[in-house]
């Protein structure tokens, strides 16, 4: 069994940074994919960025491309989202998730955290 926990959420002025942490605890994690989600209220849940553990792919959806960055520490299973320029339009709930069972989806969630970004 994985746990996901996320770590570095808060209230921002547009424009601000932060940085997310999601830390993985349980059996040997060793996952195909790690995942940054957010869900803002009352739109679906979005994938904002990708990884794989390897480190060799990367993914942003196009509205946090140049201004998001995701990376890991293989050693620390955590998986980071540094979140630059925040807009408005970036609050939400974001959420880790692991593809863990190499299934192509992601099979292990964290309990979210918030992000608000103020204008």
């Known amino acids: 069994q994985v746990q996901l926990a996320e770590f570095g959420g808060g209230l921002v002025q547009a424009g601000g940074s932060l940085r997310l942490s999601c830390a993985a605890s349980?059996?040997?994690?060793?996952?195909?994919?790690m995942g940054w989600f957010r869900q803002a209220p009352g739109k679906e849940r979005e994938l904002v960025a990708a990884i794989s553990w390897s480190g060799g792919y990367t993914y942003y959806v196009d509205s946090v491309k140049g201004r998001f960055t995701i990376s890991r520490d293989n050693a620390k299973n955590t998986v980071y989202l540094q979140m630059n320029s925040l807009k408005p339009e970036d609050t939400a709930v974001y959420y880790c998730?692991?593809?863990?069972?190499?299934?192509?989806?992601?099979?292990?969630w964290g309990q979210g955290t918030q992000v608000t970004v103020s204008s």
């Open positions: 349980g059996r040997t994690f060793s996952p195909y994919f």
């Open positions: 998730a692991a593809d863990v069972l190499g299934g192509g989806k992601y099979d292990s």
